[in-house]
Structure formats: C-alpha cells, structure tokens
C-alpha cells in the first residue's frame, strides 16, 4: 500500500460505534502534540524536520513563497529523502495570498518535480487555483498521488479533481454534498484537522452527524 492510502478512514470507521477503540487518521495537521490512537501527518517548514519526527510532510507553503524561495526549496531537497518525511507538501497555489502568482507557480513545480525524485506523495494547498494545478497535473502525469487538503468546493468540482485521479481531504469546513459524494463513491474519506484547534475525533464527530442524517443509502 502507498503511503498515502494508510490514511483514508473507512466508512465503516466513521458511522460504526467503535469510538473507543478506532485509530484515528489525521491526514494533515500542523499539530504535533501527541494524540492517543491517532496517526497524523505532521506538517513541517523547510528546516523545520526534527530527529524525533515520526511522519512529517515537508513543503514550501504558497503563502511563504518569497524571493528565498529557491534557497528554501534547497533545505526541503536535504530533508526530503528521509524516512519520516512521508509526503511532500503542503506546498500549492493561493489566489487570494500576498505572493507572486508566477512564482507560486515556479515553486510548486519545482515541488512536484521533487516529490517524483523522491517517491512521496502530495498534500496541495489550493485556494481559487484548481484549473492552474488540473493543468500542471495532467502535464507532468505524476506517478505520486496528489492529496488536495481542505477542501471546500461543490460537487462538480471534485468529480473533476477525482476523474484526473487527484484525491481531496476534508477538514473543518466543507460541503456536505461533496463530503457525501465521496463518502458514496469511494466508500472512505481522507480527513484532517489542519490548523483548525480542533482534535480529529471532533472532525470525524461532525462527518458522522453530516452522513448518518444526508442519504447515504
Ligand atoms: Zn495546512
């Protein structure tokens, strides 16, 4: 199994009763303080990789994308071939942050480009961008999944992100038709408590009360 799969919950996780004895999947959190019966992807700043560190993703984040930017990505290139860097990222494209555009672009790719070096999947960070990374993605053909994170868009969307074979994790706020639309189609979820404040328990605790009453079937 890919690194990345580990991490979708079941549906059966969700809606099942086993609260007290599930592992919960965290698949994106800038949190690291220790969870009971949880499993996390820590996320992680170039330089920021600790000799403690479990499983942590590395990535140069769209909102700190500055003119250092390549000097940074040199720091992720030294960390991300160790084994608790798991995933590449969370690295991608905000339209509505202060940094160049063409630069984020520049960046991401360079990202991509090394998570492809590196064998390790993806967590993207995308914000009114998903035609520019659909492109970017359908251009490189990517052997490693893509996992875009919290995630918000309406149904239409996500059939587009999951017909090019990209994935999508849900965190605090989403669109309960998308949610359940994945939930169906899929019968798993990727879930995340990102920087929210909330524990993931809360977060699985609020997609059981949005599917056990939408119509699962
Ligand atoms: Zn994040």
Redesign the pocket.
Known sequence: MDFISQFAVSLDAILGEEKDTILYLDS?T?DDVFQERTMAVV?RYPGDVRTDDKWVSVGLHPWHVNDDWQVQLEKMRSEASLPCVCVVG?CGLDKCCESNFRRQIEAFRAQVLLAEECGKPMII?CVKSFQEIMAIHKEVRPQQKWLI??FRGKPELVKQIMAKGMLVSFGHHYNVNSLAYVALNCRSLYLET??CGLSIRQIYENVRRHLSSGSLG
């Open positions: 994106h800038h996320n969370e960070h994170h919290g990102d920087d």
